[in-house]
């Protein structure tokens, strides 16, 4: 398979031809994805809950996520890969939003990083931009500010709030994003937002209508504990798969039926005996 370019996608953007971005957050999610030949990977700060047990998303720092970001880079070979500035790492300055993206890109080898929110957001994806690093934007429900939005609920209902999400998603585009996330928004605003736009929309929880989606690995492989949102469809159900294996390995143990011989080393000819002596 050929690597995946940004006009590659703005080509598929073109030809109506849907864009599939997922998640990983690790090496082995890494090769998944990759092997599974998926056009963007994100390393989404989502990893604050799906693997560091954060109950949101505001608390994970740069440094943990560098990490994450690293182990994923090494693992893919393909797909354009986006990291996620953690929240309270980019929203201050542009300088410090230009500090924080340049370690994503020059230590983790990101392609493009994510921001969210518009607002102050488009100064710094202006910014981001003009000093020559591409930027994902993400608008709708915004999960850094999700306490500011009321919580984890679909954003633009109301037609004065569809419009707020469309003059980001505008803004956005116009301060340079290379490509668009929409989250959990009404099809009619996502509709909206394909047509002005150049850039690529990649939804999740947004509709049909969007030039792509994207999941969460952890979602739509059932490798969570707990509830998820409704536009999470489950293509696997590995958490439940795992939770069997690791029982069948314990009872193994506990029942003395592993290991087996097979299992084990055998001492070179002889030197069995001469142990004994
Ligand atoms: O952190 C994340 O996983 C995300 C996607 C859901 C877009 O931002
Ligand atoms: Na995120």
Redesign the pocket.
Known sequence: RARVTLAGLVAKKAGREPIVMV?AYDHPGAQIVEAAGVDIV?V???AAMTVLGYDS?VPVAVDEMLMLTKAVRRGLTTPLLVG?LPFGSYEASDELAIATALRFVKEAGCDLV?IERGGTTVERARALVQAGIPVVG?VGLT?QTATALGGYRAQGRTAEAALAVIDDAVALQEAGCSLL?V?AVPSEVTAAVVALLEIPVIG?GAGADADGQ?L?FHDLLGLYDGGAARFVKRYAELRTAAVAGVEAYAAEVRGGVYPAAEHGYAMAEGEAARLQE
Do not use: A, F, M, R
């Open positions: 998640t994100l989404g700060d989502s998303t996620d994510k993400h999960p996330v989250e999740i994207v969460v």
